[in-house]
């Protein structure tokens, strides 16, 4: 049985940072063998992209709103994917999930993503 397990969400004020993490069990082809990705959905909004890693970690992707604030990791021999937020504004609040894909390439699709988890919220006051 596949399970991504989020962590690290909160109520912050704006400026400050949050880090993320979620760990993997049960996946098919190994932890290794996945990109892994994080998306996010606002009250009243779609899911939307946030953040992907390679299986390797060497090649990352950022929606456009989150460059040069927010950075993914992960840690094969830990299972982990992370996502360091920095400097959050009112406009981060929503529920991030992360995401499994079964390729060694990032995909910013969410239908590419098999596994999901259940999310965590991150609340952003002004």
């Known amino acids: 049985q596949v399970q991504l397990v989020e962590s690290g969400g909160g109520l912050v004020q704006a400026g400050e940072s949050l880090r993320l993490s979620c760990v993997a069990s049960g996946l098919t082809y190994g932890f290794s063998s996945y990109a892994m990705g994080w998306f996010r959905q606002a009250p009243g909004k779609e899911r939307e992209f946030v953040a992907a890693?390679?299986?390797?970690?060497?090649?990352?992707n950022y929606a456009d709103f989150v460059k040069g604030r927010f950075t993914i990791s992960r840690d094969n021999a830990k299972n982990t994917v992370s996502l360091e937020m920095n400097r959050l504004k009112p406009e981060d609040t929503a529920v991030y999930y992360c995401?499994?894909?079964?390729?060694?390439?990032?995909?910013?699709?969410?239908?590419?993503?098999?596994?999901w988890g259940q999310g965590t919220q991150v609340s952003v006051s002004s």
């Open positions: 890693v390679s299986w390797t970690g060497v090649s990352t």
């Open positions: 995401a499994a894909d079964p390729d060694q390439y990032i995909s910013t699709r969410q239908t590419d993503y098999d596994y």
